[in-house]
């Protein structure tokens, strides 16, 4: 998927291409001019948009993919956000506490069940508690197994709710992490200052913010959910549960949309339509 970037001298606009690093090397097909464009968002903003602008599209099945990668490169950057922190706090080195970490996580690079142990111990030694989340029906496993792996053709409207529960997820745990975020978000502006240490004079340097549907949370209007009100005690305990759940879901579409309205706009005019 391309994305439209402005030439810093003549201001023609260029296509390129989203790159795993954020990072950039972009010639102007006007003027010639050679200039580095990185850009300040994290790998899972950058696939949980690619999502729903395929969701926006009528991808709906395509969605699904992005959607379910976004989750699990979510879990890699909290894993590292927290890692660093704890590093941070205890006054530890940054850059040898980021090469360990590099270090560790290839261990479990190629294997999502191993990285997801890794991010329950991490939200377990940050929180305090268990991660409750981490069920089949939390995070919508069987959905996304049916549809990825079986081949399922889905209707929009399921991938939408998929959509939903995914983007409510992250947001509160990008909620819980708050400040902590940034000490993963340092590790991307490690990357990029080694990458220009060592570009050739001349280059022009860029630093963009691309529109996201998690930047309507952090530059935006949007506001955290209100809490569901508690049944009275005669309510039979069946319905509680069916409550909680209908709220939750009703919940996760509310956040969902309102992000869709607030940033939805901008990543549909940022594609270049």
């Known amino acids: 998927m391309d994305f ?4 810093p001298v003549c201001a023609h606009t260029n296509r390129a291409e989203y790159t795993d690093r954020s990072v950039h090397d972009l010639t102007c097909a006007q003027c010639g001019t050679r200039y580095c464009l990185l850009i300040r968002k994290q790998k899972f903003e950058v696939l949980f948009d690619l999502g729903t ?8 099945r395509e969605a699904v993919a992005s959607f379910a990668a976004a989750l699990e490169r979510f879990f890699e950057f909290y894993v590292r956000a ?12 940054f850059e040898t506490a980021t090469a360990a970490l590099d270090g560790t996580w290839r261990h479990v690079a190629s294997q999502s069940e191993r990285q997801l142990g890794m991010f329950a111990l991490a939200y377990l030694l940050r929180e305090g508690r268990e991660p409750e989340f981490l069920t089949p029906r939390a995070l919508g496993t069987e959905f996304r197994n049916r549809v990825i792996h079986r081949g399922e053709l889905t209707a929009h409207a399921e991938v939408e709710a998929y959509a ?21 978000e340092l590790a991307q502006e490690q ?11 001349g280059v022009t340097v860029v630093f963009e913010e691309h529109p ?14 209100p809490k569901p009100h508690k049944p009275g005690p005669s309510a039979a305990p069946d319905r509680l549960l069916n409550d909680a759940r209908a709220f939750q879901q009703t919940q996760q579409q509310a956040l969902f949309q309102r992000a869709l309205a607030e940033r939805g706009t901008l990543l549909r005019a940022f594609k270049g339509e």
């Open 212 to 225: 996201g549907m998690f930047r309507a949370r952090r530059f935006g209007t949007l506001a955290p959910m």
């Open 53 to 60: 602008r395929a969701l926006m599209d009528g991808y709906a």
């Open 191 to 201: 990357v990029f200052a080694r990458h220009l240490a060592a570009l050739p004079d």
């Open 164 to 184: 939903a529960q995914i983007f409510a997820l992250i947001d509160r745990l990008l909620t819980e992490l708050g400040s902590g975020a940034k000490h993963a």
């Open 82 to 93: 927290c890692v660093l922190e704890r590093a941070s706090n205890s006054a530890a080195d």
């Open 4 to 7: 439209p970037s402005v030439c």
